[in-house]
């Protein structure tokens, strides 16, 4: 039932920049990883970032080098910084959380409702 709450999205130009974040909401998580995927119209859910606990991080081809990922372990909460953003970024991003709550029950995912970014040329 937890969903995770996301913010940042918003209208910008080619070649401008947005940061996204992510926070879980309450408390009592064990966190392996967050990240981030995107839907564009007409396309399937893509990964565009993730990040470990172990702070390890993986990006999709076509955002490396312009996008970061970055964690912050005392608020719980994941960004993704967007820089030289293009049209084809338009999509809805979503975030990802894997991880489990009250150190029971097995890890699953939890994700965010999605934030909207686009991009005008």
């Known amino acids: 039932q937890v969903q995770l709450v996301e913010s940042g999205g918003g209208l910008v130009q080619a070649g401008g920049s947005l940061r996204l974040s992510c926070a879980v909401p309450?408390?009592?998580?064990?966190?392996?990883?967050m990240g981030w995927y995107r839907q564009a119209p007409r396309n399937q859910r893509e990964l565009v970032a993730e990040i470990t606990n172990s702070r390890s991080t993986n990006y999709a081809d076509s955002v490396k080098g312009r996008f970061t990922i970055s964690g912050d372990n005392a608020k719980n909460t994941v960004y993704l910084r967007m820089d030289s953003l293009k049209p084809e970024d338009t999509a809805v991003y979503y975030c990802r959380m894997y991880g489990r709550r009250w150190q029971t029950g097995p890890y699953r995912e939890y994700w965010g409702q999605g934030t909207q970014v686009t991009v005008s040329s």
């Open positions: 309450g408390g009592g998580f064990t966190i392996n990883g």
